[in-house]
């Protein structure tokens, strides 16, 4: 008697393959936008420079990246509605927002060529 071909579902590896990936790519995006961010970045103390933060977590079926900052003035420095003047001549408001939109066409790149199997 011949016995029956025995198949194997590959999906798992399959899965786990495409969602390190599309991890990588969220690691590799995120240091993308957040260097051009901190090119954008005004300067005193280099205290919310320093402060620059980026995490990479699983949720679900979905990858999720966050890029941030610490510093408790993170927020009213980055505000385009409260003006200052800055010493760091290439620094700006909405430094974080302007940095990831500069980076975009490399970002998206970079995902694509990450989740590619």
């Known amino acids: 008697m011949a ?12 899965t786990a ?5 599309a991890a990588r790519g969220m690691t590799q995006a995120l240091i993308l936008g957040a260097s051009e961010a901190s090119v954008l970045t005004p300067i005193d103390t280099s205290t919310l420079l320093n402060s620059q933060f980026r995490n ?27 003006p200052q003047n800055f010493r760091r001549p290439s620094a700006s408001k909405e430094f974080l927002k302007l940095g990831f939109e500069r980076a975009e066409p490399n970002i998206r790149a970079v995902i694509k060529g990450s989740i590619k199997t």
Not at 3 to 14: A, E, N
Not at 69 to 75: D, E, G, R, V
Request: glycine content about 10%; overall charge positive.
């Open 56 to 82: 990479v977590e699983k949720s679900g079926s979905k990858v999720v990246g966050t890029v941030g900052y610490t510093a408790s003035y993170a927020i009213p420095v980055h505000d385009p509605e409260n």
């Open 17 to 21: 393959k495409v969602q390190a990936g």
């Open 3 to 14: 016995s029956k071909p025995r198949t194997t579902s590959k999906l798992p590896q399959f």
